[in-house]
């Protein structure tokens, strides 16, 4: 049994947003196995990016973490430690890449340098290794002339390879975790090939963990072992890939599965998701999915479904009262 | 005897100067469409979609060829009698909110596509303004609310119900669901599918997300750097993608898996769309193609057309 | 079949305008509130000052002249005997007058070559910036004193001389507002809906960069004001006896040391107004441009 890499607990986060406060992520909980790749897929304002953003202490403007625990490597709290600390973790033990390479790479240094600044202020290497290592990591992210590109500015790359840059940063220090914030979504669909197939050879070379955030279920299926669905700051569930694909449970996964548009789907009629998700300005006292979901009764409006696994033998786990009545209707 | 078409565009090029180089942004397009029917522009960015669908609306200047709607040619037409074709002509935005005027409130934003055109009294409008909400899907109780306090999917209705107010005949859809959320694009395009068949519209349907396309589409045309590579019918171009690119965008779409091993290998083509500035001699897509040949990259293949309605534009059909 | 079902009347009629919420934000800015009842009490002033000055700015008492602070001259009063208290409540009219009324003569000019030129562009574009430039590099504060010379110094000339010298900021800033809304998705929807160059410029461009003009007035009322007393500074404000604050300021250099109260009470009003109308004014960007 491989060793649990990450275990988060119970994790809330709240905004302030002039006289009214946000709950965005109202106790999440998940853990990921060393090697795992786990895909955390949701709509806007589901909270998969900031559930992130709160354990790496990114969270912008008026974000806090209300409670909850993130202990990495079975040793620290993510949640607890100073911003010193984290620091160190963060691009170390811990690599991440984001949407837009365009905002996270700094304009006005050239991108070898970008590369190497990791490397040396976490003490990871000399900076005649680092330079070395940036030189075979260029090449290894699959940018050509790795020494003529040392020398370019970010806005000289394409989005592509800006997104190339980024992973190559990320992976610089040989992280044990690599964080994926929708690293494909700004791209177009030939680059989304080819940036994912290369996460994913870095991450069969070095046994990396990933933890993916996507809105794309083509992206999450293709990509990862696992998969977990979010809705309103909440887990609704959480499946292995095989579990997911052949027999989601929960009403919201279904009902967005449904609503996928593919190729192929020409004469078939679509099935739309009534009304659209809500922001709450309080803590939820009832099943974030209630207005929108087919299967609600009163118990969905009294109380907030735990996320619990569905039987012994299989990873599956799901917040829903109606599972009977879910599981009779899909047969 | 045939009907006339809703829009016929001939030849339209377009280029840009930036920082004194010539961007070529669409070259040559045509092609024509029947009312009710959409035509689905599918390619990656830099391809020229966007600047394509507003050169069918005059929203830009072609540089070459023409356009002509519902018989008319727009190049034509003087600054006023283009302000009025525009009632039969409209266009959907990729994101509503930047569409939207701040200042204004929602129903006043509907009621201006009227009042510009000094169509009915106020109370008129109204009227016409709470109607248009309620086919849109919108509660008419939100018509004095701010475009900032509705969610992307309401405000994208409220630009629809905009671009139904003068009864249009064409609607450039510009990526009109890429911003939305997946359970909201459903309601969209649903939407959009059911007006076209209440009102008989014409639509030129924008997107790079291929299935979508596909569900909307009656015509197909494959745009890379600007040029047409491939002009189909939707099942015709699914079941029986011809250009090497068309193969590769069908093959990049990542749908999901029937079971966990039914998932895709992910193997990738090589490099980029090159910048537009400098596009590559030959075929424009020669250097990712598997099988360009060094024809391919001397001589730019013509259009042609390979079974009926199906055009290609590759050496491999010649 | 199934049917898209399209509830969406969750979000109710809200009653909470943009001014509204605006005026909230506002309110969060304690020196902003400050400054706004400052600015109020000024206003106020400025229109009743005549009816409340316990004295006409024309009465000169000789016998009382020079005297420090005392129940009948609580701000004591100059070496011609005039009260100094009714000297600055009637100073806070011509302030207004001219301060408001040039600031108002620049914004329109600004507002007008500003919008012309962003949205014609082209020749047009380029006359006005050439203008806008010289106009930078002229200092403005001697084409102000060349104008009150050949104009003279009442009300009217200096309002007018402060006023056209000062459009230059706001064509500027207005200009650059149009420019990069020319462009936009919002304008382009207008164009695709049939509207004319004269109906953007009214109903979409102009009520979005209102914001930041009201902004900039609020900036450049407190700039007028300086440059009033600075023209007074060197003879060429108003024509005495008709009071400012420039004046007087002018004036109780000289006694400084013999009759201090002459200099601390105009200068207190005078600077404490200044930053009230800044207060306000950086009250106004952080309220209208919440994310500026």
Redesign the interface.
Known sequence: MTQELLRVTDLKTEFQR??EKVYTVNGVSFSLREGETLGIVG??GSGKSVTVHSMLGLLQGAGKVSSGQAIFQNRVDLLQLRRKQLEDIRGRDIGVIFQDPMTSLNPTMRIGNQIMEGMLTHQYASRKKAFERTLDLLHEVGIPEPKARFRNFPFEF????RQRVMIAMAIACEPQLLIADEPTTAL???????I??LM?KLKQDRKMSVLMIT?????A???CDRILVMYGGKVMEAAS??TF??RPLHPYTI???S????????HK??????????VWNAPPHHCPFYERCTFATQQCLKEVPELTQVDDQEDHWLACHHVEEVLKSVG | MSVEPLIVAESISKNFRVSRRTLRAVQRVSFSLQAGETLGLVG??GSGKSTLGRLCLRLLEADEGSVRVGGQDLAKLSPKALREKRKEMQFVFQDPMASLNPRMTVGKAVSDALRIHGIGTKQERLNRVEELFTRVGLSPEIIDVFPFEL????QQRVGIARALALRPKLIVCDEPISAL???????I??LLRDLQKEMNLGYIFIS?????V??LSDYVMVLYLGEVVEYAS??DL?EHPSHPYTK???E?????????AG??E?????G??PSPLSPPSGCPFHPRCKEATDHCRQEKPLLREIASRHQVSCHLYA | ??V?????A?TKRKKRSQWGLAF??YRRNKLAVFGLIWVALFLLIGVIGPYIAPYNYQTANFLAANSPPSLAHIFGTDNLGHDMFSEIIWSVQNALEIAFGATLVSFLIGIVLGMWAGLRGGLADLIIMRLVDSMFAIPTYFLDLILVVSFGRGMGPILLAIGITGWASYARLIRSQVLSMRNSDMVEAARSLGASQTQIAWRYVLPNVMNSMVVALAFGIPGDLTVMAGLSVVGMGLRPPLPSFGNMLAQSGVNVLGYPWLMYFPAIVFAITLLSFLFVADGLQEALNPKG
């Open positions: 002039g006289d709509e806007s394409s989005g592509g390879m177009d669909v030939t680059v989304q090939m080819q994912l197939a994913q809105h794309d279920f083509g992206v299926t293709n990509f890939l095989d694909i052949r009902a967005l599965k609503s996928i548009i593919e190729v192929g789907d020409r009629k679509l099935q739309a998701i009534p009304g659209m998700a809500k | 990656e960015s969610s992307g999917g309401q959320d997946v359970s909201i694009q459903v309601q395009i649903e790079h997300n291929l299935g979508v596909q569900y939707a099942d699914f590769v965008l069908i990049s779409i990542l749908s999901v898996p029937s079971s966990d998932r895709r992910l193997i990738a083509i090589p980029e769309v | 079949m199934a898209v079902m399209t509830n969406v969750a909230r934000r």
